[in-house]
């Protein structure tokens, strides 16, 4: 028996290290551009990349403009004259071949799926995100991956989780968990929705007190014990 029938688990730093991911495809993509990358570098584009994601939530940009924009603006910042649309473009190739595990993720994930529906909720790209989570043992646990180009909205938003619900089959709201790690799409929109929240926050940052969070876990297992009875 489980307390939840339906898990919605967020896909980037949740399931899969996309940290390491993103890290990763930005060395790949300034050797490419001859550009030899330090940690100062790699701090600024990932801080400019989620910005620009956080934007996207908030439905100040567009998902195709952000696919360059981050570039424009990480080029900008160090006064490199790049064709900013072929890093964009090189990047996100690299970033498809990048599937890493986050710690615990595979075995939380088995043991859910002899009792649970399980479906990756995400607002990445795609072409990225298919590619990625298809090269790992997680895929044939999932029923389905519903990625916010196809959805018609981005998370947090209302209209992102009732298509969600509309296309799980007898979807019950009060039987069903969001597991991730954003504060700002994933338990922010279950909230919105009525839908309990799993924040997956394994640094340990503080909860927040004006969020009616369901649960806080450190480490995925720690997901087992509030699903299963």
């Known amino acids: 028996m489980s307390r939840y029938t339906t898990i919605l688990f967020d896909a ?3 399931l899969l290290d996309f940290t390491r991911s993103e890290r990763d495809a930005l060395i790949d993509t300034l050797h490419l551009m001859g550009i030899v990358p330090d940690e100062e570098m790699i701090a ?11 934007k996207l939530e908030r439905g100040e940009i567009e998902k195709a403009a952000l696919r360059v924009a981050r570039f424009e603006e990480f080029a900008r910042c160090y006064g490199w004259q790049l064709d900013v649309c072929k890093m964009a473009s090189s990047y996100t190739d690299f970033l498809s071949q990048k599937a890493y595990l986050m710690d615990g993720a595979l075995e939380t994930c088995r043991r859910l799926a002899v009792h649970c529906r399980l479906y990756v909720i995400t607002n990445g790209l795609k072409f990225v995100q298919e590619r ?17 180009e196809e959805m018609g909205a981005e998370k947090p938003h209302k209209a992102y989780f009732d298509e969600v619900a509309n296309r799980i089959p007898s979807f019950l709201p009060e039987k069903t968990l969001i597991v991730g790690d954003s504060l700002s799409s994933d ?41 299963l009875d």
């Open 187 to 227: 338990i922010r929109g279950g909230i919105n929705v009525g839908i309990d929240t799993c924040w997956f926050n394994p640094k340990g940052s503080a909860v927040p007190e004006n969020m009616p969070i369901t649960y806080v876990v450190q480490r995925l297992e720690e997901i087992l014990p509030l699903v």
């Open 132 to 148: 990625r989570f298809s090269a790992t043992p997680l895929a044939p646990l999932f029923l389905d991956a519903f990625i916010s």
């Open 44 to 54: 600024k584009y990932s801080a400019i990349n989620d910005a620009m994601w956080k």
């Open 12 to 14: 980037d730093n949740t």
